[in-house]
């Protein structure tokens, strides 16, 4: 069964600390995303990438950076993480522009405090 | 802006009748859509999708409609089931946008028995 695996379900940070969220996905799928979730919001996309070492913004990138130095892994990298930070991470990846083909993992609900 | 909208953030259903869900769009170059529907404390799963040269797609319960001109889908499930309960997220994408998915804010759906 194909997997998008986010390492943590529950983080609980303080305001200022450098946040590591990852996602690793074992299909190999060329595309990665990071989105948010939040009441009223929907999911919003903050970056998303095509490639190894590829990155792109999606519409929230401010506040945040992301890596993916393997084809399996992408992570979001909160540099010094605030309380509007706070919100439910979900991973997602997908094949070429397979649209139907996003894979979500199963979220990180990340509290700052 | 919001590119997609449900502007309905709760439906409440009786088992057994039908659930519309609608959803709205702004950008013209959106020319596929889906339907993503989510449990709490699990990832976003795939549901139904349509392309924008058709006008419905169905599968089992679960039909799409697409009005082009009105920019607007709706999500119609029949008969509704305790197990539909769920939030259900609109999606959007334009084939110049790589395969990206520009998500609503969602719709939580209660069926009650």
């Known amino acids: 069964d194909v997997k998008v695996t986010q390492s943590s379900r529950y983080l609980v940070k303080r305001t200022g600390e450098k946040v590591f969220l990852e996602c690793v996905q074992d299909?190999?799928?060329?595309?990665m995303f990071w989105y948010r979730q939040d009441p009223g919001l929907g999911l919003r996309l903050i970056y998303f990438?095509?490639?190894?070492?590829?990155?792109e913004k999606g519409d929230i990138p401010e506040g945040y950076s992301v890596s993916r130095e393997k084809k399996e892994r992408f992570s979001l990298i909160l540099e010094s993480a605030s309380t509007n930070q706070t919100s439910m991470y979900l991973c997602?990846?997908?094949?070429?522009?397979?649209?139907?083909?996003?894979?979500f993992g199963s979220g990180t609900r990340l509290t700052v405090v | 802006d919001q590119q997609v909208k449900q502007n309905s953030p709760s439906l409440s259903v009786q088992e057994g009748r039908i659930s519309i869900l609608n959803c709205d769009y702004t950008?013209?170059?959106?020319?596929?859509f889906l339907w993503y529907k989510k449990y709490p404390a699990e990832g976003p799963t795939f549901l139904i999708s349509?392309?924008?040269?058709?006008d419905k797609n169905e599968d089992g319960r679960f039909t799409v409609f697409l009005n082009k001109s009105a920019k607007h889908l709706s999500l119609h499930i029949v008969p509704s089931q305790p197990g539909d309960s769920a939030v259900y997220f609109c999606?959007?994408?334009?084939?110049?946008?790589?395969?990206?998915?520009?998500f609503g804010q969602g719709t939580e759906l209660s069926v009650k028995p």
């Open positions: 950008n013209s170059m959106f020319d596929y």
């Open positions: 299909m190999d799928h060329e595309n």
């Open positions: 999606a959007a994408s334009a084939y110049n946008q790589g395969g990206k998915l520009i």
């Open positions: 349509i392309s924008s040269i058709k």
């Open positions: 997602a990846s997908s094949k070429g522009t397979d649209f139907y083909g996003y894979t």
């Open positions: 990438s095509y490639d190894v070492k590829m990155k």
